[in-house]
């Protein structure tokens, strides 16, 4: 429990000779006495009040400060959706809101929509395309086609909603409403997530307010105002009603015994209480700002008037009660029993019985207060300790430090220097009159006489008796705990500053070791990072790198300083090839740098400069190679083909061994094997290098299918394969493409699956798929497994088991390839529809339809 130095003595009898006057010195001392005991114990409760509240006040602003967050980052996400995509479907709009949770993770939120930005003249067009796409998507409801003046439209396209009803009809022009409309405007010019002022949302027909993010279109500069309002797409909206909203931020746990009240502006929009208690009335009362999204919102706290069943609220008036009531007691008693010494006597001690068990009251309330709690007079001297206090300062009795020096209990420290005594809270308070508060990161100490050391955190308030200061009451607790967070919190902060400076210097090793020049310049285009690599390329040494230099260095070849001023203000990456630059060739690229978050805003330009001498070495030497093997190569293959044929057509009898016919067999088979796979090497490197030129012209694939089977319906015969065309009963689209190349492809497709196919045969058949036409080979052949699928349309690959795969197949692994590239210049697909092991495979490719 507390000890107070009027536990020391108790009451004494007086002289006889002022017997006659008792009466009146009782009471007037009685009351004098009560009345200071009221005034300090309400000072000391109105203290510790405030204290707490405050706290509670902290706790109020910061809940608002992160719940709503998390609505806006929900919000942010959204936006991240139209920002990764230039067009979002509806169905990808409803299924990451979905994804959301929205009823466990947002229970205050009413909806989300997208909104489109529409130019007047494309008005109708929009809303027409609107109203068929909700149609297939099985919307029934009416599309607005309301529209405000103006030369734009701010248009609701996408929504989904968290409750019944809507809050805002599809193809309404939000600038009909003018508080919707000065957040979308304001979003729009700032770039940053906007709230609106109080609505009247529709369906449920209730108060509450929207949030809106502007969405900008991908590349486009947005750094000035003109900038934002040229590149803005549309908004993504989120709508709140404030009681669903507001139950969710401020719970009944959360709210405690405090009357909360919210207001946007002048108006009320939420309030905790069922009676209107933010008047002027109440006792304490705290207004704090809270920011949402730009706008802000007045926080009105009030702690509500004490009731009796508040024990520590009601102490003061128990002490005044109290003593009152004893004083006129002890004034009737001593009145009465003047004439009798000894029946003064014991009804002054009966009375003091009572006082004593008064007293033990309202010390048992002290000491069950939280924190540790000090009284002195107006001389320093303790005048009241609680438990907490005596635990705390290691004070085993409380009556050996009563009426001593508060200086002599505990020393103050601020770091490791001791704290004068007229510095210290206590002095403060009693010199001045005025609260002192004493914050964690102010870096006080107590240290015992045991020599303990802990940090405080403390309020110090006078007691102030007829305007004059008669003593200090000081409410203080161990930040043992909240220190060692806080220390944790700055390692963690320096073990992170850490890692940012050993990611700094992996990244500038990186770009050291990068085999290309690198500069990093800022946005006013000074060079602030270049690597070794660049100074040996462009080969300048001991010169200031900057504009100037590299136009100097690169005159005539490249104008750096220009490509750079695009590059940055047009926010689109540059790239020049074939540069060049004495005895080499130089490849520059030039890129703008953007800071990730929802407005982007470029910061610099990131150039990277490749010298790309040896790759021309290369392609120049690979020209000369198939120049060569198309000239040097053919015409003697050509040549022994058409010698060892012409001795198989007409000399073939006259050869006197069978073993000469086998060689001259061999001869032949094998010029042929060569001057194809010639051709191949000829034709991959032309479609690499893209010297082949395609005629795209529109044509029926089923004839291009007819003439492929009977080009090769021989070779199936004598195989004993079927070959067949499955043709669809109705009209196949026509294709875009190269007529000639599409029946090359055929060929390869059909030819690879005769040569794995021993039983059976092959069909082909035709697809029609959104705007594509498919032409399908399936075989019943030796089929491929699943490890060697991935070897499909690879240069030089076979998805054989063996190496030697070729050798019975004579292939050279380009079919594939060549037709991967083939179909894919002609704006198609090739690909492996499926295959199993002695079960056969189905290939297919695909081409754009007429």
Same mark, same amino acid.
């Given at each position: ?19 006659? %006057? ?90 989300? #929509? ?124 989120? #709508? ?25 502006? +002048? ?25 949402? #999204? ?32 004893? %004083? ?54 303790? %005048? ?35 704290? $004068?005594?007229?510095?210290?809270? !206590? ?27 802990? $940090? ?89 790198? +900057? ?95 058409? +010698? ?34 010639? +051709? ?96 399908? *080979? ?44 083939? *179909? ?16 056969? %495979?189905?290939?297919? !490719? ?5």
């Amino acid at each position: 429990m507390s000890y107070s130095k009027d536990m020391e003595t108790a009451p004494k009898p007086r002289p006889s000779f002022f017997r006659s %006057s008792s009466d009146l010195i009782v009471l007037l001392v009685g009351l004098a006495l009560t009345f200071f005991a009221w005034r300090a114990t309400n000072q000391l409760v109105d203290t510790s009040k405030h204290s707490h509240f405050l706290s509670d006040v902290d706790v109020l602003e910061l809940q608002a400060d992160s719940k709503i967050g998390g609505y806006l980052n929900a919000l942010t996400g959204l936006k991240g959706l139209y920002s990764a995509s230039t067009e979002v479907e509806r169905d990808e709009f409803s299924e990451y809101i979905h994804g959301l949770d929205v009823t466990e993770n947002y229970p205050g939120l009413y909806g989300f #929509a997208y909104v489109s930005r529409v130019a007047d003249s494309e008005t109708q067009e929009f809303l027409d395309n609107l109203e068929l796409g909700l149609k297939e998507a099985g919307v029934s409801e009416k599309v607005s086609r309301q529209l405000a003046e103006g030369p734009e439209h701010y248009i609701v396209n996408f929504r989904a909603l968290h409750r019944q009803g809507p809050a805002v009809g599809f193809g309404y022009d939000l600038l009909l409403d003018e508080t919707r409309a000065k957040a979308l405007l304001q979003a729009r010019d700032s770039g940053q997530a906007v709230a609106s002022g109080p609505i009247l949302l529709q369906g449920p027909e209730k108060p509450g307010f929207i949030i809106t993010i502007p969405i900008y279109l991908n590349g486009q500069p947005t750094s000035s105002i003109e900038e934002r309002r040229e590149a803005l797409s549309g908004f993504v909206n989120a #709508a709140f009603l404030y009681d669903e909203l507001f139950a969710d931020v401020y719970p009944p746990e959360v709210i405690g015994s405090q009357s909360v009240h919210l207001f946007d502006e +002048n108006e009320l929009i939420y309030d905790s209480s069922t009676e209107d208690e933010h008047d002027e009335g109440l006792p304490i009362q705290e207004v704090r700002d809270v920011e949402i #999204a730009g706008r802000t919102w007045k926080l009105h706290v009030n702690l509500p008037t004490l009731t009796y069943g508040d024990i520590e609220g009601s102490l003061p008036v128990l002490v005044l009660l109290a003593g009152t009531i004893l %004083s006129f007691l002890s004034f009737g008693l001593t009145y009465s029993l003047s004439s009798s010494r000894a029946r003064a006597e014991a009804l002054a001690e009966e009375m003091t019985k009572v006082v004593r068990s008064e007293r033990d009251r309202v010390e048992l309330i002290v000491s069950s207060m939280g924190e540790a709690v000090l009284a002195v007079d107006q001389t320093s001297s303790l %005048s009241l300790i609680n438990t907490n206090a005596q635990k705390l300062l290691e004070i085993e009795d409380p009556r050996a430090v009563i009426g001593r020096n508060w200086s002599e209990l505990v020393t103050t420290l601020k770091g490791e220097k001791k704290v $004068p005594l007229k510095e210290r809270s !206590f002095s403060e308070a009693l010199a001045k009159g005025v609260t002192i508060v004493t914050t964690l990161e102010e870096g006080h100490y107590y240290q015992t006489k045991s020599g303990r050391v802990f $940090p405080i955190a403390s309020i110090t308030a006078p007691l102030v008796f007829q305007g004059k200061v008669v003593g200090a009451v000081k409410i203080f607790r161990d930040a043992t705990h909240e220190k060692e967070e806080k220390s944790i919190i700055e390692n963690k902060v320096k073990e992170r500053t850490r890692q940012l400076s050993e990611e700094q210097a992996k990244m500038i090793a990186s770009i050291n070791s990068v085999p290309r020049g690198f500069i990093i310049l800022d946005t006013e285009g000074k060079i602030i990072l270049t690597n070794s690599v660049l100074w040996a390329i462009l080969g300048i040494k001991g010169q200031i790198l +900057n504009l100037v230099t590299l136009d100097k260095t690169l005159s005539g070849v490249f104008n750096f300083s220009a490509n750079y001023k695009k590059c940055f203000s047009e926010g689109r990456p540059i790239k020049a090839s074939d540069l060049e630059y004495g005895t080499k060739f130089l490849e520059i690229y030039l890129a703008p740098i953007y800071v990730s978050g929802p407005s982007k805003v470029s910061i610099g330009v990131v150039v990277t400069v490749e010298d790309i001498t040896e790759r021309k070495v290369i392609e120049r030497s690979r020209d000369e190679f198939f120049s060569i093997a198309s000239h040097e190569l053919r015409t003697p293959l050509t040549a022994i083909m058409g +010698n060892s044929s012409m001795i198989l057509d007409h000399y073939k009898d006259q050869l006197p061994e069978g073993d000469l016919k086998e060689m001259i067999d061999d001869i032949h088979s094998g010029s042929l094997r060569l001057i194809d796979i010639v +051709n191949d090497f000829l034709e991959t490197s032309r479609l690499e290098m893209g010297r082949i030129e395609f005629k795209k012209v529109s044509f029926d694939v089923t004839k291009t299918i007819e003439q492929a089977i009977s080009e090769l319906d021989v070779t199936s015969s004598r195989k004993k394969l079927y070959l067949r065309f499955d043709k669809p009963k109705t009209k196949t689209p026509n294709v875009i493409g190269d007529e000639e190349r599409a029946r090359q492809i055929l060929v390869n497709l059909l030819g690879n699956a005769m040569k794995f196919t021993q039983q059976g045969g092959i069909s082909v058949s035709i697809a029609t798929e959104a705007k594509f036409v498919k032409v399908i *080979v399936t075989d019943t052949g030796v089929g491929i497994a699943p490890s060697q699928q991935s070897l499909l349309f690879r240069k030089f690959q076979q998805a054989g088991e063996s190496l030697y795969s070729r050798d019975t197949t004579k292939g050279t692994g380009l079919g594939l390839y060549i037709s991967k590239l083939l *179909v894919e210049r002609m704006g198609g697909q090739i690909k492996l529809e499926s295959s199993k092991v002695n079960g056969g %495979s189905s290939f297919s !490719f695909s081409l754009p339809a007429a």
